[in-house]
């Protein structure tokens, strides 16, 4: 079973606050992602990471930024959130070898600005 | 421009029907095709798929890949309710081993 957590589940926050959204895994993953879901859309990749002190933006522009300081933990910060930033992220972890593909995602965080 | 077409985006079914699910892609760098489950959040595994006309088999549910035509379908066989869910479907391509999705097909199943 997958060991990659997310918090918080949910977040109603209002404009102009900053906020970081946490995740954590515990399979020594390498790899890190973290994707973004509207209702009804694809999942889009807004950044991604090989491993520490490693961070790349992904195909969807964002506002937001990362870091990797520790393999385990990869957060996501917007300094200033926005109604457009409402949305469903998602965080995935993945490993070097066979099944690089084999993405592991957390449960999400459901993030609504006002 | 890459890109992933699922269809249908939605079906509905009874238990213990048969159901194919279809994707097409467009890529300039295939590497693997994959199918994810996504239940309530978060997705889960389902399927890769590097090599034309070889199936994936999981119990009910099956896969296969045409490079040529550049497609692939899900089948799930005797449906449950517990199959409820979105299948999503991506491609990896480069050396990055990037996904890219498509937005999903939303399979519901009655009893």
């Known amino acids: 079973e997958a060991d990659i957590y997310q918090t918080p589940r949910y977040l109603v926050i209002g404009t102009g606050k900053k906020i970081t959204l946490e995740c954590s895994q515990t399979?020594?993953?390498?790899?890190m992602y973290w994707y973004q879901q509207d209702p009804g859309m694809e999942l889009h990749l807004i950044h991604y990471?090989?491993?520490?002190?490693?961070?790349e933006k992904g195909d969807l522009s964002s506002e937001s930024t990362v870091s990797r300081i520790r393999t385990e933990h990869f957060p996501l910060t917007l300094e200033s959130a926005r109604p457009s930033h409402t949305s469903q992220y998602l965080c995935?972890?993945?490993?070097?070898?066979?099944?690089?593909?084999?993405?592991?995602f957390g449960s999400g965080t459901q993030l609504s600005v006002l | 421009e890459d890109k992933v077409v699922q269809s249908p985006l939605s079906l509905v079914v009874h238990e213990g029907d048969t159901v194919t699910l279809n994707c097409s892609y467009e890529?300039?760098?295939?590497?693997?095709l994959l199918w994810y489950k996504q239940e309530k959040k978060a997705p889960t595994f389902l399927f890769m798929l590097?090599?034309?006309?070889i199936e994936k088999k999981s119990g009910r549910l099956s896969s296969i890949l045409d490079k040529k035509e550049l497609f692939s379908i899900l089948n799930i066989t005797a449906t449950q309710t517990g199959d409820s869910a979105i299948y999503l479907c991506?491609?990896?391509?480069?050396?990055?081993?990037?996904?890219?999705f498509g937005k999903g097909t939303l399979l519901t199943v009655n009893p």
């Open positions: 995935a972890s993945s490993e070097y070898g066979h099944l690089p593909e084999k993405l592991f």
């Open positions: 399979m020594g993953h390498d790899k």
């Open positions: 990471s090989y491993g520490v002190n490693s961070t």
């Open positions: 890529v300039t760098n295939f590497r693997s």
């Open positions: 590097t090599s034309s006309g």
């Open positions: 991506g491609f990896s391509g480069g050396s990055n081993y990037k996904l890219t």
